[in-house]
């Protein structure tokens, strides 16, 4: 298909980047922490670090994971902690010192969580405290050798990091007892490793740097290989299409970080554009505490706004939110699920700003598309960025013609090298071994514009984060009380979506409720269903598939 998004390209927008612009990521953070070193670059619980600061932490974190830890290039390290200082800190270090860096999410269940140590080989982790416990159980059957461990508060400084740690720990008690023997904390890392020097390995934009886990049709999460190139490229992708709207290039920008850093929304848009632009952003360790969001919001005064568009229906629906200080704010941008007209409508009317919206993936690293920023919503997902193709396919892998429907299938250097370890799933996923299968199903405009019709059919979105039927169904038909379930989204005004699950019992005296419990043991709490609705029989094809999409038009129209 000939690029015809690229005559509604906003002016001077070229259409190519360079993706050798920057060997590795560890070369995009020196070049920024020596551009910026005396601005501030991450705050958190009233506490602040600049570009300096936080170059200096990296390194003694990268230096004492390999003189100290005896980790090695292409070793994984998984990371798993909310927005603190100490994810930026040991990310970075962790990219300098040449380790694949894999994002975990710290709500996961001990199965979940011992899936994603053991696939990925990790061999270190980094976690805090109030998940250490879970670790602690799964060590036995990973390779994890090293471990950190490190309280919310450790970074705060005297007195403060001893009160926060002492509160959540020990009145609170939102720390579970561990014992984890040898274990390291993160403050003791970083007083060892500035006493050493980072031997910085050679790295080269095809070497892997995260491996970022996505769910699977299968209901096992895969992990998409995304090398320094896909990262850099799409970050400098990002940052040059959300560039648009900066006039004055010396004005630092402040942008809100409450998407969790491990979802690759965040981990691209927060942790690498707005470091390449110099950027001031404020992580958020716990956004659903949304009075305690609000009031922050009220001091820090930010200017970028980035979520889903949970956050932003959510935001608007607290009363205070409405006295927050919008005179500063210059744009906002909803990712991860699709935006709400209603949301976009009402977010211009309270900040004065508009709500736009792009669409990507973990595959994709994750930005494909984004919307003119400062455009007025129009269902639409935006225009393919810079140095990326777009083919709308028929289920013979043939393209189709403007205004068709088909599935969207993307080509461009921020597009993953495979699945780790799954080359079968690398092959389907992949069409003559350069166009991804993003498996969502759109059309393009004349103008170049894409709009995404249907997404992958079984595929339930809660808040941003992808939840496959299968996983969920293969849990609970477990239960002894289950003779067959089916897993489908429902819509719900809150998450966008919400799971699910259509029961037939074998214990007549099952009730949704000890479904749902028994759900929770297993998997992370987006993923619990929310409506259990009990059927004699599930509707199914000839050859015994359940029909999903005749399950959804059984759903009631409201509760």
């Known amino acids: 298909m000939d690029k015809i998004w690229l005559k509604s390209y906003p002016a001077g927008m070229p259409a190519e980047i360079n993706p050798e612009e920057y060997p590795s990521l560890g070369a ?9 070193a005396d ?24 230096a004492w994971l390999q003189k100290e830890a005896g980790l090695v290039k292409g070793d994984r390290i998984a990371l798993m902690m909310p927005n603190i200082l100490q994810y930026p800190i040991a990310l970075f270090g962790a990219l300098e010192a040449g380790l694949i860096v894999v994002n975990t999410n710290p709500l996961y269940t001990r199965r979940e969580l011992e899936h994603q140590l053991k696939d990925s080989g990790a061999k270190a982790l980094v976690v805090y405290e109030q998940a250490a416990s879970l670790v602690q159980e799964c060590l036995p059957v990973t390779d994890i050798s090293v471990v950190i461990v490190t309280g919310i508060g450790d970074l705060l400084g005297f007195p403060k990091a001893a009160l926060c740690n002492f509160l959540l720990k020990s009145i609170r008690r939102e720390v579970p007892p561990y014992v984890i023997p040898n274990s390291y904390s993160f403050m003791q890392v970083l007083e060892q490793g500035k006493w050493v020097d980072l031997d910085a390995p050679h790295v080269a934009p095809s070497d892997i740097a995260f491996l970022q886990y996505t769910g699977g049709t299968t209901g096992v ?41 491990y979802h690759i929304f965040a981990l691209t848009a927060v942790a690498f554009v707005w470091l390449k632009r110099g950027g001031h952003t404020l992580l958020i360790t716990n956004p659903r505490d949304i009075k305690a969001l609000v009031t922050e919001l009220k001091t820090f005064r930010c200017t970028i706004y980035y979520g889903v568009n949970t956050l932003f229906n959510t935001l608007l629906h607290t009363p205070d939110f409405e006295s927050v200080d919008f005179s500063e704010l210059v744009t906002s941008t909803a990712g991860g699920m699709a935006l709400q007209a209603a949301v976009a409508l009402r977010w211009k009317n309270v900040t004065g700003t508009t709500l736009s919206q792009g669409w990507g993936l973990t595959e994709t690293s994750p930005v494909v598309t984004m919307c003119p920023v400062n455009s007025d919503f129009n269902n639409s997902i935006g225009l393919p960025i810079p140095s990326t193709d777009i083919s709308v396919r028929d289920d013979l892998g043939t393209e189709v013609a403007i ?56 595929m339930i979105l809660v808040s941003g984060f992808n939840v496959y039927p299968n996983e969920v169904e293969g849990i609970i038909a477990h239960h002894p009380g289950v003779q067959e379930v089916a897993a489908i989204a429902e819509p719900d005004e809150h998450s966008g979506e919400v799971v699910a ?20 043991k297993e ?29 959804r038009n059984q759903l009631p129209k409201s509760h």
């Open 523 to 551: 998997l992370t709490g987006y993923k619990v269903p929310k409506h259990v609705y009990f059927r004699n029989e599930l509707p199914k094809t000839n050859v015994g598939k359940i029909l999903r999409r005749e399950l």
């Open 39 to 62: 601005r501030p670059a991450f705050s958190n619980l009233g506490k602040t670090i600049s570009y300096g600061e936080l170059r200096a932490m990296s390194l003694a974190f990268g």
């Open 403 to 458: 205004g068709e429907l088909g599935e969207l299938c993307v080509k461009g250097p921020q597009v993953m090298q495979g699945y780790w370890n799954r080359p079968d799933e690398t092959q389907k996923a992949m069409l003559d071994g350069v166009w991804f299968r993003t498996g969502d199903i759109g059309r393009i405009d004349p103008a170049g514009f894409l709009y995404i019709e249907d997404r992958k059919k079984d």
């Open 28 to 36: 995009l953070l020196a070049d920024a922490c020596t551009q910026y």
């Open 501 to 520: 699950v259509f029961v037939v019992r074998k214990d007549p005296s099952l009730t949704a409720e000890q479904i749902i419990e028994y759900a929770r």
């Open 221 to 261: 999460s895969k992990g998409a290989v995304l090398t320094h190139r896909n990262m850099v490229a799409n970050t400098l992708q990002a940052a040059l299409w959300g560039g648009q709207f900066i006039v004055d290039k010396t004005k630092q920008q402040r942008i809100l970080g409450a998407l969790p850093l």
